[in-house]
């Protein structure tokens, strides 16, 4: 019996976490060069993706810049700068980042006062990951 109340615990949480991810309301549509089309903003995609391949960027069709795969852009974050979320998280109180809460870490993350140096440029990486990957979201709801 508790084998079976176990396992269903751990169904129901991975049920949540999989009904926790937000919808993609501005997907990746075309490419993000600088002065062409539409395209707004000056972000310099090669910086992103010398960092990580996951970190490619394009743009929506607003011209916004945004991750071309923002979930897989989103678990590169969290596996590779995990550092800088975890000062962001100790410095201002936060609950674990998630996909509910990452205004406050975009907020935050330039911010940071304390940690090392490299755990403060992470949390400075943080907030510029956030502020690109928002664009893919609605976040006026």
Same mark, same amino acid.
């Given at each position: 019996?508790?084998?079976?109340?176990?396992?269903? +615990?751990?169904?129901?949480?991975? $049920?949540?976490?999989?009904?926790? %991810?937000?919808?993609?309301?501005?997907? =990746?549509?075309?490419?993000?060069?600088?002065?062409?089309?539409?395209?707004?903003?000056?972000?310099?995609?090669? =910086?992103?993706? &010398?960092?990580?391949?996951?970190?490619?960027?394009?743009?929506? %069709?607003?011209?916004?810049?945004?991750?071309?795969?923002?979930?897989?852009?989103?678990?590169?974050?969290?596996? &590779?700068?995990?550092?800088?979320?975890?000062?962001? %998280?100790?410095?201002? $109180?936060? +609950?674990?980042?998630?996909? &509910?809460?990452?205004?406050?870490? &975009?907020?935050?993350?330039?911010?940071?006062?304390?940690?090392?140096?490299?755990?403060?440029?992470?949390? %400075?990486?943080?907030?510029?990951?956030?502020?690109?990957?928002?664009? +893919?979201?609605?976040?006026?709801?």
């Amino acid at each position: 019996m508790k084998k079976i109340l176990i396992l269903l +615990s751990i169904f129901l949480m991975l $049920l949540v976490m999989v009904g926790c %991810k937000p919808t993609i309301d501005n997907p =990746y549509t075309q490419e993000y060069v600088v002065g062409q089309g539409n395209i707004v903003g000056e972000v310099d995609v090669e =910086y992103f993706i &010398k960092l990580d391949e996951r970190f490619a960027i394009g743009a929506a %069709k607003n011209g916004m810049a945004v991750f071309k795969n923002p979930f897989e852009a989103y678990q590169a974050l969290i596996e &590779k700068y995990a550092a800088g979320i975890a000062v962001i %998280k100790r410095e201002f $109180l936060l +609950s674990k980042l998630s996909y &509910k809460n990452y205004q406050d870490y &975009k907020t935050y993350g330039w911010q940071v006062t304390i940690g090392t140096e490299e755990e403060k440029e992470q949390a %400075k990486f943080v907030s510029k990951f956030l502020d690109i990957y928002e664009n +893919s979201f609605n976040t006026e709801n």
